[in-house]
């Protein structure tokens, strides 16, 4: 892990909460780093410094901590923003992708309209873990013509090889790896 003491005091106000939302699973609670506004805009900087390289037209953020740094990062860059978002909530036209989870299965939507052929999209998330719902976000976005040139994380749960499940060839970024 680089030496930015920037990303020190990102790591120290992360807080583990273990066997949340059930048995087993060590829950990553980035809130303290979001009420914290020196630490929540140093960690806005160095993803911006990230993603500004891909020089992306649009950043698309997943449901709902994604929003979070996506929304931010779009509102740096001065441009658009698109929520990928749960089955069910977008209330115009929209395509869909399902996935595995864990246990059973979910979906995600984008409006059909989000993102066209020429856009260039950095997909943003909170965490990556398995990668199944990044995956099937950037294959979501892909399907409506647009390039996705980075997908950007602020935390790897690297030991779970998410990449795995993310289309090979396209850069994962991630600003905190455990
Ligand atoms: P996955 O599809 O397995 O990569 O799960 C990714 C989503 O689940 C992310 O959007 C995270 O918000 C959430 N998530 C999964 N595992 C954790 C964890 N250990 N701590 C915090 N969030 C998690």
């Known amino acids: 892990m680089s030496t930015d ?3 020190e005091n990102i790591l120290s106000d992360i807080r583990d909460v273990p066997d949340f939302p059930k048995p087993g699973i060590l829950f990553k609670d980035i809130t303290p780093v979001l009420g914290n506004p020196k630490r929540f805009n140093e960690a806005l ?3 911006e410094e990230r993603v500004t390289a891909h020089q992306p037209t649009k950043i698309a ?3 709902a901590r994604g929003f979070i740094f996506g929304a931010a990062l779009a509102d740096r860059l001065d441009i658009g923003f698109i929520p990928v978002r749960k089955k069910g909530k977008l209330p115009w036209e929209t395509i869909g992708k399902a996935y595995t989870l864990e246990y059973g ?3 995600i939507e984008v ?3 989000a993102a066209k052929e020429g856009d260039r999209v950095v997909l943003v998330d909170d ?3 398995t990668g199944g719902t990044a995956g099937a976000a950037c294959a979501l976005l892909q399907s409506t013509g647009a ?3 980075l997908i950007s994380f602020f935390i790897e749960l ?3 090889d998410g990449r795995s499940k993310l289309p090979q060839g396209i850069p994962v970024d991630a600003l905190i790896q455990y």
Do not use: N
């Open 111 to 113: 409006h059909q309209d």
């Open 147 to 149: 390039e996705v040139p």
């Open 45 to 47: 900087s160095l993803m």
């Open 105 to 107: 299965e979910a979906e």
């Open 158 to 160: 690297s030991f779970l």
């Open 127 to 129: 965490l990556l873990a």
């Open 61 to 63: 953020g997943i449901d």
């Open 5 to 7: 003491p920037r990303l």
